[in-house]
């Protein structure tokens, strides 16, 4: 009895561990029953019939990924790779489904997702597939739906990816981008110097008309000066032609003066006495004088004439 006490023992340590067993959380356990589909178990604690009942499988009910790359022509005969992503997990009510339908999942999901894409890129230029990339992933999320729910998975979310044209379409596309962009900033270096004319030349016209106005109040303001200094020699007894006699010759040297005082300027001064000064200056009185009584005729006779 000794003897058959550990083969006992030992027997039941067995059956007791072979009936126990523990599932992960989300994850489903397939009990098979003399090889035939028995039952699933779900996470926890679980039993089974040793010897009559084993665990055939386990399937993760976790969202799992798989990446596809397809290699596809465009409608302008450009050559694109796409990699599609594809989320997708086992419907939990469905897990009997799901493994005994299907060995290989992924190689399915793959093919139908081969499938649609060489079926919608051909349809679209180049340009449209960057464009409408959802519509494309909308398009493999349909498809893969109606075929895969009855193999027990669900398509939680189709994306793609990545669109990868050939090396020597990526070169050209960023030549047309680098060239367009030139054009853009040549344009705009146009707008700004075609803005810059227009505004030096409404800059310079202000200029002139300020200074035109600088130069009347100048010159009004001189009149105005030779007028008050033609009443102030009035009152001293020096008529009006002596008087603008003087103020010109006064004039004259106020200019030579202003000439030698520049440093850089050169002023020659013509052999002169005071003799000749005061004959230059009887001279504009006379000068005056006949100008003053030729005006004074002709605004006689112009009286004579209105009569």
Do not use: C, W
């Not at 594809?86 to 399915?108: G, S």
């Not at 200074?211 to 100048?218: E, N, P, T």
């Not at 006689?300 to 009569?307: M, T, V």
């Amino acid at each position: 009895m000794s003897l058959f006490l550990p083969i006992i023992l030992g027997l039941s340590f067995l059956l007791i561990y072979g009936a126990v067993f523990i599932v992960k959380q989300q994850t489903a356990v397939i009990i098979e029953t003399f090889g035939r589909f028995g039952s699933i178990r779900q996470s926890g604690l679980q039993f089974k019939v040793p010897l009559i009942q084993r665990i055939a499988g386990r399937l993760s009910l976790k969202i799992q990924q798989l990446d596809v790359i397809i290699e596809t022509k465009t409608l302008d005969d450009v050559f694109v790779k796409l990699k599609v992503s594809v989320q997708f997990k086992v419907i939990k009510n469905k897990v009997e489904d799901a493994f005994y339908k299907l060995d290989y999942p992924h190689d399915q999901i793959t093919s139908y997702v081969f499938d649609v894409v060489r079926a919608e890129v051909p349809k679209m230029k180049l340009d449209d597939v960057f464009v409408k990339k959802d519509d494309i992933a909308i398009a493999v999320k349909s498809e893969l739906n109606d075929a895969m729910f009855n193999y027990g998975y669900d398509i939680i979310k189709t994306l793609v990816t990545d669109i990868d044209p050939d090396a020597q379409v990526k070169a050209a596309m960023n030549r047309i981008n680098a060239a367009d962009r030139e054009k853009t900033a040549a344009q705009y270096e146009g707008d700004a110097a075609r803005i810059l004319i227009v505004e030096k030349a409404k800059a310079e016209a202000e200029s002139k008309r300020l200074q035109g106005q600088g130069i009347a109040d100048q010159r009004r303001e001189i009149a105005r000066g030779l007028e008050e200094s033609v009443e102030v020699l009035n009152k001293v007894g020096i008529n009006s032609q002596e008087a603008s006699a003087l103020i010109v010759v006064t004039q004259h040297y106020d200019t030579l003066q202003s000439i030698g005082q520049e440093t850089n300027s050169n002023l020659i001064l013509l052999p002169n006495s005071p003799q000749a000064g005061s004959q230059m200056l009887n001279d504009m009185v006379a000068s005056f004088t006949a100008s003053n009584q030729i005006g004074e005729a002709m605004k006689n006779n112009k009286k004579k004439l209105d009569k």
